[in-house]
């Protein structure tokens, strides 16, 4: 038997174990989701501000449901998604082995109109290094290049075959790595790049002006959850597709002087 067959008989009992009269139900249904215990701007704070909580919030109005919300650290969140101890997790940008922890919108079409919202990722240096990217490839590189545990950009970095570091948990403590010498570069979100570039490190750094990649980032769903509830759970993409499309969102949207 495949791992993949079994996955799919694991998914079906999984589904089976839950009352089916609570299924689907949309009224007064509870869901959990964790994200990322850091502050990401403008999506998102520890304390549940940011464009991707009004963005929820206009989805659990759509649908008359409550999201419950567990800031935790990254790593834990995948895993507890993985385990199934939560419904969701969000923003999480799509990478092949990522399937194993939940269902992205589109299920093996991954559907990008139902994205959260799109960042990308930027190569930070000290102030005065020679490290430059050119989009393709990094030159004058004479150490390492690091980036935050268990974020996706680390297989670009991988796939340059390079030294590469995922020792820092935040952004700005992968910033004060880099400012000692312990790494040559620092590849970072363009939200905490902008925080950074914005902040006390800021004239110690540099950022360099061409993305590694940009990438849509998804509310994606525990395997539990779309096994029991799947009529909710294409609810919830649909909505979150309609709620970031519409006029109030787009407005916040532009106050935040961000793109689409």
């Known amino acids: 038997m495949t791992d993949r067959i079994k996955r799919c008989c694991a998914y079906a009992l999984l589904a089976l174990s839950f009352p089916a009269a609570a299924a689907d139900k949309v009224g007064d249904t509870n869901v959990t989701l964790c994200f990322e215990q850091q502050d990401v701007l403008p999506w998102r704070t520890e304390k549940g501000g940011g464009l991707n909580f009004e963005l929820l919030k206009m989805v659990e109005k759509r649908l008359d449901i409550h999201f419950e919300f567990q800031g935790i650290p990254w790593k834990r969140c995948l895993a507890q998604l993985k385990a199934n101890a939560v419904d969701g997790a969000f923003a999480v940008s799509y990478k092949p082995d990522r399937r194993e922890l939940g269902e992205y919108p589109g299920g093996q079409q991954i559907d990008a109109g139902k994205r959260m919202h799109v960042d990308s990722y930027v190569v930070i240096r000290k102030k005065g290094s020679r490290v430059d990217w050119d989009g393709k490839s990094f030159r004058n590189l004479d150490g390492a290049v690091g980036f935050q545990l268990g974020y996706s950009v680390g297989d670009v970095l991988r796939a340059q075959n390079i030294e590469v570091d995922e ?31 914005n902040g006390p490190l800021a004239p110690q750094l540099e950022q360099l002006p061409v993305p590694i990649i940009e990438k849509p980032y998804f509310l994606i769903l525990s395997h539990g959850m779309v096994a029991a509830r799947p009529q909710l759970a294409e609810r919830i993409w649909r909505a979150v597709e309609e709620a970031r499309n519409s006029a109030a969102y787009r407005k916040l949207e532009a106050i935040e002087g961000v793109r689409h």
Do not use: F, N
Not at 176 to 195: F, P, T, Y
């Open 167 to 197: 020792g820092s948990q935040r952004a700005d403590e992968l910033a004060r790595k880099l400012i000692a010498g312990r790494v040559a570069a620092a590849a970072v979100g363009g939200s905490d790049a902008h925080g950074l570039m």
